[in-house]
């Protein structure tokens, strides 16, 4: 039977799973795309989590919850697919193009993403500044931060 | 009442109304907002692919928190439900409080998980109160017929302390209630915005902010009222897609709890922010006699 | 056991595994009690509108039983009534039986109804769960026993219109609760079962949504002698049904806080059963079950379910909800699921869903438990001694369980263990025959 654990955070129990079906009945990306979590559970459950990380499916969760909230045995659908997500990871395979200058942003400035300008309905550009708000304010020791971070960082490639 | 304010890196970096209309409204209401002096993401974002990242950022800020002896307020669902989850892990797993402080005590930080957070949400609901609210009302939106998008991160997931009920949540309803105005339920009031696969799928993410803000068009209703800056970057900021991506209508009044709050205040517009919001907020102002 | 000591045995519960135990016991000479909490007897299966997997009308085989207790020399009936406290032990219990006035004379009332109707008092029924209401004096049900009035203290504002119209002057305000001291040579508890509240799946809408009903409100719906007289119209504007969904386990086969983790047993079939009756009201009712196992293990039960399938056009999706939802609109309920079959996840309109919800004890089982000395499990059924071969005794010698109240289990399963608890009671009570 398949080893995922989740390292940190809530519980995964592949193993109580029924296939009822009730996390894929309410997952809003079901309605979209392929992914259904009551197969990823069963998946992860025999094993199969290869199959799982080349499917793209990891990627299709919205991360509502629904699956995680009303699971008749708390098997934690949403957090299985967490940890595939860390799996994936791990194993050096090529993440979504969205970690790269999150992981940047996260080492340079402490948040994932640097203030930008935006406009008004009178499509006009204003920034934190122009709107009267602070800079905002990073780590003060930015170089033990970001060593700190950079030695959890994992996977990910900033 | 004070608080470390921590708008969070969507607020921060974009969603800057929210922060305009909460620095606004909430003194006034009598709860202070320090700022802290120094922050970082909550770490959320990184969570799924990088847990160790995520718990160490969390906990970073829980401990600075710590070390200003505040607690903390959050505007944003998904950082209350990241220090959330970091806290009941702590208490869990010793072995990860050890491992996080080893790398606070390089910064000279210490973490305990004891400090408290809230979302605005809790703060204007269970510590300001309903009647204080409606105290503060000047300008009464009687007469405005409102809808109410919690955020999943907010209900979910209701084993750990969550601010409300997952199922039939009610506080906002109750706040936008307390300022003269009246709620309206709808099909998907529980459905998730989108932003969670907005980057990784874009079209489909934003088609589920389409369906929601569908399902509040056909109820004839005024106006969404939002508590999440995620949230609002999808159902105020996506619009003019998601009609294209239907093919219908989706167009809906979207703003920030703290916005609507403000305008009941007497607060101007331009004070709250409403001139960065991008639905078309002024078919909700002129329903309150009120220009940009 | 020496056959020394009272020859009578108390029941406790009047449905129909009580009732089958107070006939075989009362049909081999010994005198029976039996005390029942409602102010009629029959229990759940008075409130159903057909048996499966037979189809029977339920009140038209359990009437007869009902009357024959009501008749039998050797059945002393206390209806309206409580056991309050048990001293002694197997052969010599003594039992205070506490009995709650009707304010009506047994000894006059006719039954006729008449006060019923001139009541200007109205309350929702429970029979009816809830669904439609009665008077604050009232006949329980149509085929009650004993047939007599009663007033609900609860609501009577003492108008007095029922003394004047009733013929028999039966009404009697003075009444006051009653204590009887009893003797019994052994007990058995037929306490039977409730539906748990099924808002605590508060995803599905109970309690929220108006056509969101559970399996037993809809039995009444369903039923001639119930507020729709068995007209299929939705509670929330009287539209005749077309479209309809059960969901199964409901708040049962869960582990989440306030569900129940064990089968029901029955409800995948009384699902089934109540599909087949609402095809049978109308063929052109599009009937959906909802299911993620169905439990069709006892005789006949699989040909039933093949029948509704095959014969009756019933709809068997291997899906559960996640959540259902309202059109405020029109009061019609959304379902998206995926069928796991499939792998299809689609949307469908209903208008009306029915929900099969855990069932539990009754909540009278603890503080009962404790007044005989018996122990429950942590759902709070009866532990037997052993539940596979001393089904029916309990760590009390001379104290008795049978039917739902010791767990989950359908019609014919309460009526063996009650012939089997009453046996029990019988070695006790006539002594070892040796």
Known sequence: MGQLRAEIGLEIKPEFCTQCGKCSSGCPAARLLDIRPRKIVLMAYLG?????????????????????????????????????????????????????????????????????????????????????????????????????????LGGVRA | MRFLFFPGCTAQAEQYAYELSARRVLPELGVELVDLPEANCCGYPIKAVSPMAWAYLAGRVLAIAERERLDLLVLCNGCHLSFYELKWAIKQDRGLLEKLNELLSREGLELKGEVRVLHVLEVLHDLVGVKAIQRAVKKSLDGLRLSAHYGCHLIRPSTLPRPDDPEDPRKLEELIRALGASTLDYPARLDCCGSGLAAFHGREAIKMAGWKLSSIRET????????????????????????????????????????????????????????????????????????? | ????????????????????????????????????????????????????????????????????????????????????????????????????????????????????????????????????????????????????????????????????????????????????????????????????????????????????????????????????RGELLRPSDGKKLKRIAFIQCVGSRSLRPGHKPYCSSVCCM??????????????????????????????GFQRLVEKARE?????????????????????????????????????????????????????TNRELAKTLGLEVDEHGFFRAADPLISPTDTHVPGIFVCGFCSGPKDISECVYQASCAAERAMEVVLGAGR
């Open chain 3, 1 to 228: 056991m020496s056959g020394g000591g009272s020859k009578s045995v108390l029941v406790i519960g009047g449905g129909i595994a009580g009732i089958q135990a107070a006939l075989d016991l009362a049909n081999r000479g010994l005198r029976v009690y039996l005390v029942e909490r409602q102010p009629s007897i029959g229990g759940r299966m008075a409130q159903l509108d057909k048996t499966f997997p037979t189809m029977d009308c339920a009140i038209c085989i359990l009437a007869p039983k009902m009357i024959e207790c009501d008749r039998h020399p050797n059945i002393e009936l206390l209806t309206n009534a409580e056991v309050k406290a048990v001293e002694g032990s197997a052969g010599d219990f003594r039992v205070r039986v506490l009995i709650r006035p009707r304010y009506v004379d047994p000894d006059r009332c006719t039954g006729c109804g008449v006060c019923t109707e001139r009541c200007p008092i109205e309350v929702p029924d429970e029979f009816n769960m809830g669904l439609g209401p009665r008077k604050a004096i009232y006949i329980p049900f149509p085929q009650a026993v004993p047939r007599l009035a009663l007033i609900d203290d609860r609501y009577c504002v003492r108008c007095g219109l029922c003394e004047r119209v009733c013929e028999a002057g039966a009404i009697d305000f003075s009444q006051k609760p009653e204590e009887l001291e009893l003797h019994a040579g052994a007990i058995v508890v037929a306490t039977g079962f409730s539906l748990s509240d099924a808002s605590v799946v508060g995803e599905y809408g109970y309690g929220r949504y108006e056509n969101v009903l559970t399996a037993l409100e809809f039995e009444r719906l369903i039923c001639a002698s119930g507020p729709t």
């Open chain 3, 311 to 363: 014969e009756y056009g019933v709809k068997y999706i291997r899906a559960k909800p996640s959540e259902v939802r309202e059109d405020p609109a029109t009061g019609d309920l959304l379902i998206w699921y995926e069928d796991t079959f499939t792998s299809e996840v689609v949307e469908k309109r209903f208008d009306l869903v029915i929900l099969c919800p855990a069932l539990v004890p009754s909540e």
């Open chain 2, 220 to 292: 004839g209703s005024d106006g969404l009222v939002v508590l999440c800056p995620f949230c609002m970057k999808m159902l105020d900021g996506k619009q003019a897609i998601a009609r294209r991506l239907l093919g219908r209508d989706v167009e809906v009044p979207v703003l920030y709890y703290t916005q609507l709050l403000g305008l009941a205040m007497g607060f101007k517009p331009r004070e709250l922010g409403l001139h960065l919001n991008l639905s078309p907020v002024e078919k909700l102002l002129s329903g309150m006699g009120v220009s940009m």
């Open chain 1, 48 to 152: 199969m989590e290869d199959e799982v990380l080349r499917s793209g499916w990891l990627w299709m969760c919205s991360d509502c919850l629904a699956c995680e909230e009303r699971c008749p045995y708390q098997v934690g659908p949403y957090s299985i697919i967490m940890a595939l997500r860390e799996l994936y990871a791990e194993k050096g395979l090529r993440l979504p193009s969205y970690y790269g200058p999150l992981a940047s942003s996260l080492l340079k400035t402490g948040f994932s993403q640097a203030p930008i300008r935006v406009r008004t309905r009178e499509f006009k550009r204003v920034d934190r500044e122009s709107l009267g708000l602070q800079p905002p304010r990073g780590p003060m020791d930015m170089k033990r931060f970001s060593e700190n971070l950079k030695a959890v």
């Open chain 3, 270 to 299: 009384y699902a089934t059963k109540e599909a087949i009756l609402v095809k049978e009201h109308d063929p052109d009712v599009d009937v959906v079950i909802f299911y993620t196992d169905l439990r069709a293990f006892g005789k």
